[in-house]
């Protein structure tokens, strides 16, 4: 187990980069602390697994150092830095029975023949598979192969850190909670560091501690998911998180004072003159309808989904959406929404503005 | 919707069953005709029954020919299979270096049968060709002609030459098919090289590599150009194979009757090891999905 540091890293696929277009992952400064869960979020394509790559060592990066515990390991070899990955796709040794792949990575280290028959066995009840060890993998299902994957990286108790590269794409729902479950006691009861990728928000916000949005090469916020809720650094981020996610409008800012299309929106902080691109983000959770206060909005539809409705509506020719109870009707008359101010967050050019206390 | 009877659809197929008529069925019922019918020429057949399978099955000179063709199979099987798979692995995976190497390797694969027999006839001759000269240069004792050993090392490097791409082209290609997650995973479990191949790579190649032994087996048991023109099946009978037997029966000596129980046979015997190796690589298959 160990802390991980990232100095200075960052990495392009082609030699030669010159401008930060260039780089799949920008530069990136970070500490992953030793023993703490961590999601890392965003959209395919942002860098995630580029940086899970790096991690393990099956990619070297084109700049930067890093470091587990306060040794440089950018140079070492994935074995060497002692770390279990999990793939996306199931990787499983289609001639070995599952007991023998769960036992692979031990093997292949010299452990002894006692300790790997007693750990194979516990691995196997915790992926549910214990019926199944003397099994040949290569008829199995695809999700059990999945779990034989994830069984492989849990096998060694001695890791640095764990890593998960989207391990629950291919896994059914309800085998979902149970292995995430499963994987978060694991985390409480050894204290790996782990570092888990996901698109899935829902993924991300139950298991980790930490949440590491990125969005394009770039970390954007790296938060509790309480902090990535009420205060998303990026208006991605704000997107991203929240279903629906956050609405944004473009909006004039003078002093505590938002205007969107002439009309004044009160904001709790003031900011001053804002030059760039601004603009107010506000949850759907924070939008009410009103009969006649705020700004103008057209309903065009209402979605009941249980725990409450979403209203989807039009401000000013975009999309906004609005969160209602479940037993609160929406009536034609409903013609305006107004915001909670102290929800009200500023961005300029897609960053987070704090404002002072006015 | 009822179905419209109209049997005019099967002049559709008359095509293709002329077509198979002439290129395999008449020849092969000539060849069964012969095979029962005794000649002493003027074209005055008699028949023969099972007279000639059963001269055939009993004659030595057929079994040492089926023997000498089991053993060059073999051979060839043996060095081509994993000559070809450790070319394949050591091949580079990707870039300009790997589009060179597949088409120096494709080369000898677009080389005719005779080409090549010629090719080695003269590079293995001792007065002329350059293997030959410089072997006995050297003191090596090599002729091909005479020595039996040096015959048998002649046609069985010329075929190795000659296919080994055929068998490393397949098992690249069966590389290729392997996700890099795999190899991954292996670094990650920390896997040697050798479990790597034993584990990952073997397994992958399986379905390919069934294929080339299906093909090298096949043809190497049907070969005749190459080897008849380097060593016309001796010296004596040393290299005889048995398609080179075949033709000396058919052409040489004119004995039409053996001859075509003995090509019926051989049919019967390639026909036979392919539809095993068949059933084999589909029983493969459904272990795998």
Redesign the interface.
Known sequence: MAKITLDNLAHAYYPNPKSEDDFALKELNHVWSDGEAYALLGSSGCGKSTLL?II???LHPSQGRILFDDKDVTQS???DRN???V???P?V????TVRANLA??LK??GADPQYIAQRVQQIGAMIGMEAELDKRA??LTADAKQKI?LG??MVREDVNALLFDEPLTVIDPHMKWELRTQLKSLHHEFGHTMIYVTHDQTEALTFADKVVVMFDGRVVQIGTPEELFDKPQHTFVGYFIGSPGMNVIPATISGNNAVVHGIDVPLANGYGALEGKTEIGVRPEFVTLTQGDGLPVKVRRVEDVGRHKIVRAELFGNDINILANEDQSISPDMTHITFDTSRVNVYVNDWLKSGEVA | MEKTINQKAWFLVLPVLVLVAFSAVIPLMTVVNYSVQDTFGQNQFFWAGLEWFDEMLHSERMWDALGRQLMFSAIILTIQIPLGVFVALNMPKSGFWSSFCLVVMSLPLLIPWNVVGTIWQIFGRVDIGLLGYSLDALGISYNYTQNTFAAWVTIIIMDVWHWTSLVALLAFAGLKSI?D??Y??A??????RW?IFR??EL??MMGVLMIAILLRFMDSFMIYTEPFVVTGGGPGNATTLLSIDLVKMALGQFDLGPAAAFSIMYYLVILLISWVFYTVMINLDK???
């Open positions: 790559n393990s060592g099956l070899s994935t074995a770390i279990a990955q793939f996306q796709f990787v040794y289609d001639t070995m692979f990575p292949n280290r290569r008829g994957s492989r990286g | 996700p997650a795999y991954q995973a670094k990650i479990d920390q896997a040697s479990a584990y990952i397994p992958k272990r795998e999905g």
